[in-house]
């Protein structure tokens, strides 16, 4: 089973709307990402999770923010976006501890637009 | 820093032929992985084919192959016997194979957008 799972998969909110996107794995996977792709681009990291921990954020706004309640969930809420903001949001997984990097598994994203 | 490049914004090729799509990346590292991602219209990115760097043999998964140059950095993917499934964004994308924090994230190229002609 390779699924990681992204909910909801559309989403429209307002500026000074708060919400959340949520991503689940069931791999045993221990690293976890969030991407944002605007169209016709390549996905571009925001953070990654490692055992649980923030181990890297691109510099992203603080009204993105990440949570990983436990190994198997991720979450990133969000609170006073922009217009451009929106765009397709995508949630990866990957093992770790495996002599170096291994292959990453994405969600089928949720598509957010910032009205 | 590494880098991904990706040539060719966009191919077509008629169905049941084969395409090469290209792929070059700019690395110091000795160790490391290579991906072809695909990502249809409005549907999930999923892998097609990964190599390994230390791996001379060049990774196939059915009709999909790559030519893995190290020496000439360059990562190409062919397809054969095209279908109309396989139009889709397709994304080259480079990972170190050193742990450490930093090293914990793919560099994706700019993306081929292929065209399937029936």
């Known amino acids: 089973d390779t699924e990681v799972t992204q909910t909801p998969k559309h989403l429209v909110m307002g500026m000074t709307n708060k919400k959340s996107l949520k991503c689940e794995q069931h791999?045993?996977?221990?690293?976890m990402y969030w991407y944002k792709q605007k169209a016709k681009k390549p996905p571009e990291l925001m953070f990654v999770?490692?055992?649980?921990?923030?181990?890297i954020n691109e510099s992203v706004p603080s009204r993105f923010s990440p949570e990983c309640p436990n190994s198997s969930l991720l979450n990133l809420h969000l609170h006073a976006l922009q217009p451009e903001d929106s765009a397709l949001y995508l949630c990866?997984?990957?093992?770790?501890?495996?002599?170096?990097?291994?292959?990453?598994?994405f969600g089928p994203g949720t598509r957010l637009t910032v009205l | 820093a590494q880098t991904v490049t990706q040539s060719q914004p966009e191919m077509s090729v008629q169905e049941a032929e084969t395409v090469t799509l290209s792929c070059t990346y700019d690395?110091?590292?000795?160790?490391?992985?290579l991906f072809w991602y695909k990502q249809p219209p409005s549907r999930q990115m999923i892998l097609v084919i990964r190599?390994?760097?230390?791996?001379?043999q060049n990774a196939t998964e059915n009709r999909f192959s790559v030519n893995f140059q190290k020496a000439a950095k360059s990562f190409s993917l062919k397809i054969s016997d095209s279908q109309l499934g396989d139009a889709a964004m397709y994304f080259c994308?480079?990972?170190?194979?050193?742990?450490?924090?930093?090293?914990?994230?793919?560099?994706f190229g700019k993306g081929t957008r292929l065209h399937i002609l029936p």
């Open positions: 990866a997984s990957s093992r770790l501890g495996t002599g170096g990097a291994d292959t990453q598994y």
């Open positions: 791999m045993g996977h221990r690293a």
């Open positions: 999770y490692s055992y649980e921990k923030l181990s």
């Open positions: 690395t110091s590292e000795s160790d490391y992985y």
């Open positions: 190599q390994e760097a230390y791996k001379q």
């Open positions: 994308a480079y990972r170190s194979a050193h742990q450490g924090n930093r090293d914990d994230k793919i560099i």
